[in-house]
């Protein structure tokens, strides 16, 4: 017997989203997306590749269970590459190295550079949307083993083009976003007998921390009850938790303050 896809539903709490505009729950608009036709995150649609018209593709929209996550997501581009470390450690002092100082100011915290910087400006432009899924919604668990064990077969030759000897836990949490999407396509394809779409999206386990739980929304399908979005103080519990985990420094509104938990 082949093993099915496992779906599940949306948690009965709310779920979290940080994004630019006054909507946050909005899909970004298509003349943002790379030339792949994607916007190079986990679960985008890459229809493009194989010649599916705009109309035909989707969007997603990225949630979090946990809003510690929702931030999480999105600040961790805003830690030091492991380059950058490497290059500080064989530093004595980088304070007083003025050049090096100068190059990095307003990336890193200017205190510490081995500290990542969340600027003012980032907080300002952004908010968070607060909403509930509806509970009629469904979503493949992707870190289900049945699922896995699913997609072994599934995409077993798109695994294999894309050089990926094995479907496992590591594999839908790496870096290599291509098989992901594709995981996407194919889950967003998956009908009932009557044609209707089985499914509104994907649950996924965060690769910064296994305990965050996400959710990649398929835009067209997602049935929700928003709250009122909020603003991003300096001190949002969220970010300061997000912040702690992933080693970075958030920048209050008034130079040289800063907040590091």
Known sequence: MVSQLVAVPPPDTPVYRVA??????APPPWEYADDDGTFG???????????IPESER?????C???RAAAFGETIARMRPSLELIAQLADVDDVVDDEPLVETLRGVVDPEDPRRGLVPSDWR????VGVTYLDPSLRF????????????????????????????????????????TQDCARYIYEQVDEAGNPLYAGIRYPSRLNPDWECWAIFDTRMVHHPCPTETI????????????LLGLTIESVRKGDFLRP
């Open 64 to 66: 979090a269970t946990q």
């Open 124 to 127: 300002l432009r952004r908010r």
């Open 20 to 25: 630019r505009g006054a909507d946050p729950f």
């Open 58 to 62: 989707f969007r997603t929209i990225y």
């Open 233 to 244: 103080h300096p001190d949002d519990t969220g970010l300061v938790e997000a912040a702690e």
């Open 140 to 179: 493949v668990d992707l870190a289900a083993p049945q699922t896995m064990t699913h997609l072994r077969t599934a995409l077993a030759k798109r695994a294999a083009e894309l050089g990926i000897d094995d479907i496992d836990l590591s594999t839908i949490t790496s870096r290599q976003r291509r098989f």
């Open 41 to 51: 995150n986990r679960s985008d649609d890459p229809g493009a590749l194989v010649g």
